[in-house]
């Protein structure tokens, strides 16, 4: 079923989005901007690691990523392997490295342009791009298990000459909830029209409860943002007023229900379902089973700023208008429909998921009431989205997958209604019961990357 957790996820700090643009491979959704697709949604394992898997297990030792750049800036290709790793039963470690060889082609391409006549002086200032450090970055990860329920967690990445990233994580596990704390400086964001934030000081700490067996889900956290947010890649508009400086208290609780119109059971044994030497065993466990259903999330979330700075620089007037408390609904509904058991090389899985967010209940009601008039200041949230997922087997391991996020609103006035739109490759790893490594590309962020995806569907 398409992520439902996507909902409650969104309304805090902490859903990731795949990204290039930083090591760990995920910036993090704004709370308040329409709920990601599902293909958008970040790796559950953490970017070094996921390096060292896929370097273990494949023949693959560089995974390639895409990011549009300005000409004078990174570079948009670039190869990212990992160079170190010391692994203990308490602690990991891994260094990684990022290579820019689009940026040196074009730098030395430009250098012999330029020649007039060769002489040694010309090899020297080519051999000079070789060691260039704005064509490297290096990251350092390290992983630490305090007790058998705590661990904690520690990144820095430096990017040429761009400045560096720092990152802190410390995750306790409760009997039915998580505590996490996170730290980082600065923090990256992304907004639904893919246009990227820094936020120099990003601190939460929150505790969510696990999916009880009636459906009720519930989330408590508090967030610092610190510092004026820039841009990255946006050219115009100021920072979403969830970015700027302050201390917010959130709370969100919601209520999940399933049921199957008719669903082809796979072997019952577990070890039936996950037996490499058995001609039926699916390249992915959690998508061996034809179905039917339709599936659904209601909730609502309060959040109250408890600390608002008088003075934000470089801020316009919609900063005195954050609300200092503010309650809202959403909700989704989801409609899956699946074909084969993805056993056999060939037409043997095909799957569609339809699913209908209403991101703000009380945005979307304002739209109502209003007849619908366009309004330059209304919240992005006001139009419910569709999102749309098509799966379809290639041959063997390989599925073709498109994801695609459609305004509803944007169908009845003008441009576009396709809001974003992603298409991947993926290749399911027989050796698990649920992972794969996913080639996917972003048209709408010009952005793409290889990752290693696991327990999805």
Same mark, same amino acid.
């Given at each position: 079923?398409?992520?439902?957790?996507?909902?409650?996820?969104?309304?805090?700090?902490?859903?990731?989005?795949?990204?290039?643009?930083?090591?760990?491979?995920?910036?993090?959704?704004?709370?308040?901007?329409?709920?990601?697709?599902?293909?958008?949604?970040?790796?559950?394992?953490?970017?070094?690691?996921?390096?060292?898997?896929?370097?273990?297990?494949?023949?693959?030792?560089?995974l390639?990523?895409?990011?549009?750049?300005?000409?004078r800036?990174?570079?948009?290709?670039?190869?990212?392997?990992?160079?170190?790793?010391?692994?203990?039963p308490?602690?990991?470690?891994?260094?990684?490295?990022?290579?820019?060889?689009?940026k040196?082609?074009?730098?030395?391409?430009?250098?012999?342009?330029?020649?007039?006549?060769?002489?040694?002086?010309?090899?020297?200032?080519?051999?000079?791009?070789?060691?260039?450090?704005?064509?490297?970055?290096?990251?350092?990860?390290?992983?630490?298990?305090?007790?058998?329920?705590?661990?904690a967690?520690?990144?820095?990445?430096?990017h040429?000459?761009?400045?560096?990233?720092q990152k802190?994580?410390?995750?306790h596990?409760?009997?039915?909830?998580?505590?996490?704390?996170?730290?980082?400086?600065?923090?990256?964001?992304?907004?639904?029209?893919?246009?990227?934030?820094?936020?120099?000081?990003?601190?939460?700490?929150?505790?969510?409860?696990?999916?009880?067996?009636?459906?009720?889900?519930?989330?408590?956290?508090?967030?610092k943002?610190?510092?004026?947010?820039?841009?990255?890649?946006?050219?115009?508009?100021?920072?979403?007023?969830?970015?700027?400086?302050?201390?917010?208290?959130?709370?969100?609780?919601?209520?999940?229900?399933?049921?199957?119109?008719?669903?082809e059971?796979?072997?019952?044994?577990?070890?039936?379902?996950?037996d490499?030497?058995k001609?039926?065993t699916?390249?992915?466990?959690?998508l061996?089973?034809?179905?039917?259903?339709i599936?659904?999330?209601?909730?609502?979330?309060?959040?109250?700023?408890?600390?608002?700075?008088?003075?934000?620089?470089?801020?316009d007037?919609?900063?005195?208008?954050?609300?200092r /408390?503010? &309650? +809202?609904?959403?909700? !989704?509904?989801?409609?899956?429909?699946q074909? *084969?058991k993805?056993?056999? $090389? =060939?037409?043997d899985?095909?799957?569609v998921?339809?699913?209908?967010?209403?991101?703000?209940?009380?945005?979307?009601?304002?739209?109502?009431?209003?007849?619908f008039?366009?309004?330059?200041?209304?919240?992005?949230?006001?139009?419910?989205?569709?999102?749309?997922?098509f799966?379809?087997?290639i041959?063997?391991?390989?599925? /073709?997958? &498109? +994801?695609?996020?459609? !305004?509803?609103?944007?169908?009845?006035?003008? *441009?576009?209604?396709?809001? $974003? =739109?992603?298409?991947?490759?993926?290749?399911?790893?027989?050796?698990?019961?649920?992972?794969?490594?996913?080639?996917w590309f972003?048209?709408?962020?010009?952005?793409?990357?290889?990752?290693?995806?696991?327990?999805?569907?």
């Amino acid at each position: 079923m398409a992520k439902l957790r996507t909902a409650i996820d969104s309304a805090f700090f902490d859903l990731n989005v795949a990204s290039p643009q930083t090591f760990d491979g995920c910036a993090r959704s704004i709370p308040g901007d329409p709920f990601p697709v599902d293909g958008s949604v970040a790796s559950r394992l953490l970017r070094p690691l996921q390096l060292s898997f896929i370097r273990a297990n494949s023949p693959l030792w560089v995974l390639p990523s895409f990011s549009p750049t300005s000409p004078r800036d990174l570079g948009s290709f670039s190869l990212h392997s990992l160079l170190f790793r010391f692994a203990s039963p308490t602690w990991w470690l891994g260094v990684t490295g990022q290579f820019r060889p689009r940026k040196l082609i074009a730098e030395i391409k430009n250098e012999i342009s330029n020649i007039d006549e060769f002489d040694i002086s010309i090899v020297k200032d080519v051999t000079r791009h070789f060691i260039n450090k704005s064509m490297f970055s290096l990251g350092i990860h390290s992983e630490f298990a305090l007790t058998s329920s705590t661990s904690a967690s520690f990144s820095a990445e430096a990017h040429g000459e761009k400045g560096r990233r720092q990152k802190l994580m410390v995750y306790h596990k409760l009997p039915e909830h998580d505590l996490t704390f996170e730290a980082a400086w600065p923090q990256l964001f992304v907004d639904h029209k893919g246009k990227y934030w820094d936020v120099p000081e990003s601190i939460s700490a929150d505790l969510s409860s696990l999916v009880s067996e009636s459906g009720i889900r519930y989330h408590i956290g508090i967030h610092k943002n610190g510092g004026n947010p820039s841009s990255v890649n946006a050219t115009d508009g100021s920072p979403p007023l969830s970015l700027l400086p302050g201390l917010c208290a959130k709370a969100a609780i919601t209520y999940e229900m399933s049921r199957d119109y008719w669903r082809e059971k796979t072997d019952s044994e577990e070890e039936d379902i996950w037996d490499n030497n058995k001609k039926n065993t699916p390249y992915d466990s959690r998508l061996a089973e034809p179905h039917a259903a339709i599936s659904g999330t209601m909730g609502g979330s309060c959040a109250s700023w408890i600390w608002n700075p008088e003075n934000i620089v470089g801020t316009d007037s919609r900063e005195v208008n954050r609300s200092r /408390f503010s &309650a +809202d609904l959403f909700g !989704s509904v989801c409609y899956s429909y699946q074909e *084969g058991k993805f056993t056999k $090389d =060939f037409r043997d899985f095909t799957r569609v998921d339809a699913r209908l967010d209403i991101p703000s209940a009380s945005a979307f009601a304002k739209k109502v009431f209003s007849g619908f008039k366009r309004d330059v200041n209304e919240q992005a949230a006001a139009s419910p989205r569709l999102n749309l997922i098509f799966q379809q087997q290639i041959a063997g391991p390989f599925v /073709f997958r &498109a +994801d695609s996020r459609v !305004s509803l609103m944007s169908m009845f006035g003008k *441009g576009g209604p396709i809001e $974003d =739109f992603i298409c991947s490759i993926n290749y399911s790893l027989k050796s698990l019961p649920s992972g794969k490594i996913v080639a996917w590309f972003s048209p709408k962020r010009k952005e793409g990357m290889v990752e290693l995806r696991l327990l999805e569907f």
